[in-house]
């Protein structure tokens, strides 16, 4: 089964700097790759999805981009994070048999002050 | 667009005994798929259980069962015999057919006391 690496866990970035938040996926080719982001006390919202390399549809306006350089790489960026991109960043994979689950990654804590 | 409702933001059951989480949404689909994930203390993201709106029958997992109730548009979860493990934040969440983009919950923290 496919396994999701994210990193790093935690950050803390000062308001104004630039984000790179990166996401590799194992065992499987050409996944549909999603971000999301969980605010404290609040669900899981989508930010971006890919179904392919250079492929990639947003979900809400934000301060946030997305790309997928190569197959199994999605990275979630910023040129100047703002206060409210503080958040817990989860990497998702969609699962080789379809209609399955999501494979999540172990997130990336993200405090920007 | 779908949307789906967690109304608890917080619950809370004694160990051994039973607790239902609920969860409401809004399709105008009707194949879809629903699920229940478990947010424990390391944020880790687990698959509790999943049910195919074609299903009649509720989908079962161990400890786990749900209610689905496809025409209230509504899948609550049960969970049995609760362990203290079990404490952690639960998500609801909706995914169309033969996509595989998830839409969740805002979640609903159980507390499991001894």
């Known amino acids: 089964s496919q396994t999701i690496h994210q990193w790093p866990a935690t950050l803390v970035q000062p308001v104004g700097s630039p984000l790179s938040l990166e996401c590799t996926v194992e065992g499987t080719s050409n996944p549909n790759l999603y971000w999301y982001r969980q605010a404290a006390g609040r669900g899981l919202q989508l930010l971006f999805y890919?179904?392919?390399?250079?492929?990639i549809s947003s979900e809400v306006p934000q301060n946030l981009s997305a790309s997928r350089p190569q197959d199994r790489q999605f990275i979630l960026s910023s040129k100047k994070l703002l206060l409210s991109d503080s958040g817990f960043y989860l990497c998702?994979?969609?699962?080789?048999?379809?209609?399955?689950?999501?494979?999540f990654g172990s997130g990336t804590q993200l405090s920007v002050l | 667009a779908q949307t789906v409702t967690q109304s608890q933001p917080e619950m809370s059951v004694q160990e051994a005994e039973t607790v239902t989480l609920s969860c409401t949404y809004d399709?105008?689909?009707?194949?879809?798929?629903l699920f229940w994930y478990k947010q424990p203390p390391s944020r880790q993201m687990i698959l509790v259980i999943r049910q195919e709106a074609y299903k009649q029958q509720n989908a079962t997992e161990n400890r786990f069962s749900v209610n689905f109730q496809k025409a209230a548009k509504s899948f609550s979860l049960k969970i049995s015999d609760s362990q203290l493990g079990d404490a952690a934040m639960y998500f609801c969440?909706?995914?169309?057919?033969?996509?595989?983009?998830?839409?969740f919950g805002t979640g609903t923290r159980l507390q499991v006391f001894p």
């Open positions: 998702a994979c969609a699962g080789t048999v379809p209609n399955e689950k999501l494979f």
């Open positions: 399709t105008s689909e009707s194949d879809y798929y």
């Open positions: 969440a909706y995914r169309r057919y033969n996509t595989d983009k998830l839409i």
């Open positions: 890919s179904v392919g390399i250079g492929q």
